[in-house]
């Protein structure tokens, strides 16, 4: 049987591979110079290879293509996102601003 989290990572998973998020997913890495921008608040230089949604995807699919919902992160900062959990959307000392 599957849970609706389940149903929810395999969307996901979908939208993952689709055109449009390639393209924004670009447009957001060259916005933030190719940097980890939670490496960046703390001065730290690091290259940005996965880009995370500030607001959750499975939360706010409508933010999904939103150029401002999205953060460059490195591995490192993007998997510390994920174990921080649903608790908190925005990381330390990060601060969306609107573009
Ligand atoms: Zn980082």
Redesign the pocket.
């Known amino acids: 049987m599957k849970s609706g989290r389940d149903a929810a990572a395999l969307k996901s998973q979908r939208f993952y591979k689709t055109v449009a998020w390639r393209h924004v997913r670009r447009l957001a890495l060259q916005r933030d110079h190719y940097l980890?921008q939670?490496?960046l608040s703390n001065k730290r230089i690091?290259r940005a290879r996965d880009v995370h949604h500030v607001q959750p995807l499975e939360l706010r699919p409508d933010l999904a293509l939103e150029l401002s919902n999205l953060m460059s992160?490195?591995r490192?900062?993007h998997e510390r996102t994920k174990q921080r959990g649903k608790a908190s959307r925005v990381p330390e000392g990060v601060r969306i601003i609107k573009i």
């Open positions: 980890c939670m490496c690091r992160l490195c490192y900062c």
